[in-house]
């Protein structure tokens, strides 16, 4: 069993890492597991962080990625 990865955003709220893909990450509010969030991660300075997504676009992409690699389980 995969151990869950949990990280604080800057709403100081705790979030389950769902799962990262490409440079996309996927969360869940621990106390409230029907919220999803994605974030990207950016590089700068040789240190890694999280932000929101550019565009309507970029949100559809991440989602295509996301829902691509788990279309077995989501139909």
């Not at 621990?30 to 932000?51: G, S």
């Amino acid at each position: 069993m995969k151990e869950m990865e949990f990280i604080t955003l800057e709403d100081n709220s705790d979030y389950i890492i769902i799962d990262k893909i490409d440079n996309y990450v996927y969360l869940t509010k621990e106390e409230e597991r029907d919220f999803f969030a994605i974030r990207k991660i950016e590089f700068e300075k040789n240190e890694e962080y999280l932000c929101g997504l550019d565009s309507d676009e970029e949100f559809d992409k991440a989602l295509e990625l996301f829902t691509n690699k788990y279309k077995d389980i989501i139909e």
